[in-house]
């Protein structure tokens, strides 16, 4: 169990997911998900020993409390890393134009998937803007996309929003 104080979107690894409290402690092994997929399609899940790893979180006044199954690693002596931030540097508004990232390390962000055809947020991103320079930085451990250069999404043109599906492929 760990406590932190903020708010309640975390990683607690590649393969870890969301569960409720009994589940932490009695974790059964998923081999198709509804909840991991856009669209509330069922999908099979493609490694389905990694879902015994499972997390659960509560938030109060006091801070956020996260209950974690690691399966037999002690998180006392080994490394653990919750993200909670959705990225480093990424304008909430569009078109912000000519601006030069250099020499910044920027790390650990929980971004979160998108196919190509949607828009992804990375742990850099410009927002739909040009003439930006990025160059010289150490960017790394973010859970999807580090740079994110590509569609934004307002025009509703991506998979999601015309058939209510989430491949991670284009479409023909």
């Avoid at 409720?20 to 198709?32: H, Q």
Wanted: with cysteine.
């Amino acid at each position: 169990m760990f406590t932190g104080r903020g708010g309640h979107r975390q990683n607690l690894g590649a393969a870890s997911f969301q569960a409720s409290l009994e589940e932490i402690f009695e974790p059964v092994k998923r081999y198709a998900s509804r909840l991991e997929t856009w669209g509330g399609r069922w999908e099979e899940i493609l490694r389905p020993e990694n879902t015994i790893y499972q997390w659960f979180c509560e938030t109060d006044g006091n801070g956020t409390t996260i209950y974690a199954n690691f399966q037999g690693a002690d998180p006392n002596a080994e490394e653990v890393e919750i993200n909670v931030r959705k990225f480093c540097f990424f304008p909430e508004k569009t078109g912000l134009n000519y601006i030069t990232v250099r020499g910044f390390e920027m790390m650990h962000a929980a971004t979160s998937w998108a196919p190509p055809t949607a828009m992804q947020e990375g742990l850099l991103g410009q927002n739909w803007a040009k003439g930006w320079i990025i160059e010289d930085n150490d960017i790394h451990d973010s859970k999807c996309s580090g740079i994110s250069i590509g569609k934004e999404g307002s025009t509703g043109d991506n998979e999601f929003t015309k058939y209510h599906r989430k491949p991670g492929y284009p479409r023909k």
